[in-house]
Structures are given as C-alpha cells and as structure tokens.
T-cell receptor, first 113, second 113 residues
Framework: DAGITQSPRYKITETGRQVTLMCHQT?????MFWYRQDLGHGLRLIYY???????DKGEVPDGYVVSRSKTENFPLTLESATRSQTSVYFC????????????FGPGTRLTVL | KNQVEQSPQSLIILEGKNCTLQ??????????LRWYKQDTGRGPVSLTI?????NTKSNGRYTATLDADTKQSSLHITASQLSDSASYIC????????????FGDGTTLTVKP
C-alpha cells in the first residue's frame, strides 16, 4: 500500500525500557519527521531527516534517538522510557519538490507506566 | 520566539452553518502557512498552503485567507457537515529549514445535527 505507515499503533511499556517506533513511507520523499502530540497541545518536532544518514534535532529531542539508513524508514528510539514520554507520536514525510505537502502517518499511542 | 496562536480553542456549530477559525502568528522569516485537519485518532491532513504572495486559497468548502502584514490567517468553512468535526491546526514555517515549523494548538470544531 502506498503511503506512510507506523508501527506499532499502540504500545504500553515500563519506565526504563527501550522502545522503538517504526515509520515507513513508500513515496521516496527525502524529508521525514517525528512529532509528539500531548493531550490538548500542538505537535512538537522531535527529530527530522533531510535524507538517508542526515538527521537533525527538533524542539524536543532529549531522550530520543533516530537513525535513517534507508530513505523509506525512519525509526525513533526511546533509550530509557520515562512517564513524561507518554504521548501520541506522529511520523511524517514531506513532498518538497512536487506538492510541497507534508503527509502524516496514523500515529503511535505510547503509554509509559 | 516563534509562536502561533489559534482561536477559539473550541467551537460548536449546527450542521449547515458557516464558521471561521483564526490564526495569529509571530514567525520570522515567514515562508508559508498551512492549515491541517486532524480527525480524532488520526494524523493531520493538509487542507491548504499559502506563501507570502497568496492571500486566499480554497479547497472545496474550506477557504483560507492570509494577511501577511498583520500576520493573521483565517480558515472559513462553508455549509458545515458532521464530517467537519475535527481539530484544525495552523502551521507556520520559517525560512527554508524544514525543521522550522511552528504548530498552533488547534481549534476543536464540533458540528451538531
């Protein structure tokens, strides 16, 4: 299926555990992003990537690690999960050269106990 | 600090009525302004994108306006439908850096029959 997918859609973990959220896009967009959305608040940028092997910090990068070995994948890792990282995480890709539109995945709801 | 403020925070209207959502921003240097619709439990979907030189953009029953001088934008929804119930998010991008977008907290619209 064409588009952008995230997995898992729901995840419950415990404080201190490592968690990896996956993001996959089929369009070969060069830019990809990770956001978190807390209840009643706007999306905040965690990390973004301009191309494979190129990543940069966003507004709230602490406690997160990203990698991008392939254009289509952009995993987000919480090295040692904390309760404050309970949130909904959205991955997005950006069709910069054509429609100039950002496409979002369906989100991963993460709960840290 | 770049900021995007949306009003009202929430709005309830009857089906068939029109409504207007507001977005004020202090983002510099201005690159573009986007409106997104986010249904409950889903990722945001792009509605419109406007650059500095554009003052209006339509997408079906959605019409966005931009006043770059006063740094204000509005999203007008005509003949509302139940499916318009969602959160509407204003996003303003600064310069050419893909990571420099500021998201508003959104306006939650509820359309009642």
């Amino acid at each position: 299926d064409a588009g952008i997918t995230q997995s898992p859609r729901y995840k419950i973990t415990e404080t201190g555990r490592q968690v990896t959220l996956m993001c996959h896009q089929t369009w070969s967009h060069s830019y990809m992003f990770w956001y978190r959305q807390d209840l009643g608040h706007g999306l905040r940028l965690i990390y973004y990537s301009a191309a494979a092997d190129i990543t940069d910090k966003g507004e709230v990068p602490d406690g997160y690690v990203v990698s991008r070995s392939k254009t289509e994948n952009f995993p987000l890792t919480l090295e040692s999960a904390t309760r404050s990282q309970t949130s909904v995480y959205f991955c997005a890709s950006w069709d910069r050269g054509n429609t100039d539109t950002q496409y979002f995945g369906p989100g991963t709801r993460l709960t840290v106990l | 600090k770049n900021q995007v403020e949306q009003s009202p925070q929430s709005l309830i209207i009857l089906e068939g009525k029109n409504c207007t959502l507001q977005c004020n921003y202090t983002v510099s240097p201005f690159s573009n302004l986007r409106w997104y619709k986010q249904d409950t439990g889903r990722g945001p979907v792009s509605l419109t994108i406007m650059t500095f030189s554009e003052n209006t953009k339509s997408n079906g029953r959605y019409t966005a306006t931009l006043d770059a001088d006063t740094k204000q934008s509005s999203l007008h929804i005509t003949a509302s439908q139940l499916s318009d119930s969602a959160s509407y998010i204003c996003v303003v991008s600064a310069g050419t850096n893909a990571g420099k977008s500021t998201f508003g907290d959104g306006t939650t619209l509820t359309v009642k029959p």
